[in-house]
């Protein structure tokens, strides 16, 4: 079984190819999500998810919290997930929140995809080769991630990057507290009202009102509504003024 957040779809990318290989099933993990899942035969949980500010996304830490894995009981856990450059100790994030459940996390690992946080100055978008280099070398770091799974490696093989503790014990939690609110959403004058931003929402936080986006308080930050606008209608405060988009089609 694999449980799978994403907001841009680069997660879901991984997680896709990741299920070929490994035979699973794909959960999603989002707001429509009941949180009781039957593991039924399934010989692993493997958890796939973006990289929020060095840690495990919010979102994410909640659904470990409640979902009710029936059957299945015992089976070892993994984390496979994707970043734009480096995942800080987002690994011993997940393993201690699967540990207040009394699940064991076997190995973490971290896949390279086009990054999508735009909302501080010098944070943008790759570009177009980087992003052509990161898509190409997925199918590869995928395989030998499912190889590392089905021999249950207990070898955590992530990018840590630089000054790890900082990024994941001090940026983190400031990030969580201050930088994820969904006020700033606001929708352009060049928005269309074609709804795309609502559909595409994993929580379900946007909801159309004479044909405008309205942002409700359940949001994860993951970008979604922004990126995926069609019309780059979708502004947060002033901070997405000349960033670029990047939409996983995959
Ligand atoms: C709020 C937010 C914070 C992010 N923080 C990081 C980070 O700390 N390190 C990193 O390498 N990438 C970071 N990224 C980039 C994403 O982890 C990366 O692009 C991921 O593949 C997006 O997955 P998705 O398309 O499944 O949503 C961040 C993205 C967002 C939206
Ligand atoms: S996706 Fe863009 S154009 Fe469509 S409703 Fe949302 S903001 Fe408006
Ligand atoms: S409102 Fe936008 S950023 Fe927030 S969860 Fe929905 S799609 Fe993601």
Redo the contacts with the bound molecule.
Sequence with gaps: MIFC????????AVARNLASRLGEDIVMINHYTHPEVNAGESARVVWV??????GVPPVVLDFIDKVKITAGGGVPHFMVC???????LAYVMWRRALARRGWRGVSAHSVA?????V?LPGFDVDTAAVVREKLSAMPCRVERVAHAIKCCSNVDDVVKGSMAWI?SKVIYPLFVRFMMSPKPFHALSSCMGCGRCAANCPMGNIKMSSRRPMWNNHCA????CYHSCPHHAVAYGKRTRDKGRWW?KA
């Design positions: 957040f994403t907001g841009t779809g680069n997660s879901l998810f973006p990289i929020y500010s060095w994707t970043c734009g450059d480096d995942v800080g995809m086009p990054n999508t946080y909302l990024k930050l993951c970008l979604a996983n």
